[in-house]
């Protein structure tokens, strides 16, 4: 994306307010001027989302929910080893995106790829499904918790949850193995998103070990697009419903 336009997309987040009395609303109201550009725009700020697309076990027949799924940047980051796929099912509230993930559908020729509109913590497919997918969503999610649960439910037992997403340590490790954020860091960053409804979360973390069996999980940093010396938390997952 051209420099120009980065920056006045950096104007927009600084200078627009978010309006909307429904969470629905809110989310249009942010990301309805970005829709077009969203992807060009924070392709390098969401890191981790490609490297969790690569590790998903994808197969024939696979059933995979991508539940907040926004311009549908998973579905062309997981490629052509989706084309097998018997279902794959792009849901997400904000009609500006599903629209951009509807086109990303109809210029990839997915035939088996659907959008629908809908809550992440109300939808509920017919059947169980294979694969479910968070690609920076939860943070995004103001009952989180019940979107998991809902991705819990519909999922075969034996089936794969992936997740990326923002987030901040709890002030105490989980266990020796998982980072550990200072003052500083655990304060700033759900300040600083909380400008537009980001809430990165300390219990994402535990509550997804606590639902699943993690087979892989990574904590790294980002930077910020146009502000290089701020570089927020985020982490990957992969867990597998016993």
Partial sequence: MHW????????KFVSKPIRGNTHAERLESFYGYQAEQYDA?????????????????????????????????LLQAVGPVAKACSEIMLVDLCPSLIAEAAKKIH??????????AADTTEFLPVGKVD????????????NWFAAIDQAYRMLKPGGVIGVVDFYVARKHRICAEHQHHGWWTRHFWPAWFDIDNVRPCADHIPYLYSKFEV??????????????????PYYALIGRKS
């Fill in 131 to 142: 694969i479910v997918t968070f690609s920076y969503s939860l943070s995004m999610t103001p």
């Fill in 107 to 116: 210029g990839g020729g997915w035939g088996n790829a659907v959008t629908i």
């Fill in 41 to 73: 725009f924070r392709k390098p700020f969401l890191r981790g989302r490609d490297e969790l697309a690569s590790r998903l076990p994808f197969g024939p027949d696979t059933r995979w929910c991508d539940l907040g799924c926004g311009t549908g940047y």
């Fill in 4 to 11: 120009i336009k980065k920056f006045v997309l950096l104007l």
């Fill in 215 to 232: 087979t892989w999980f990574v904590e790294s940093r980002t930077r910020v697009p146009g502000m290089p010396w701020l570089w927020p």
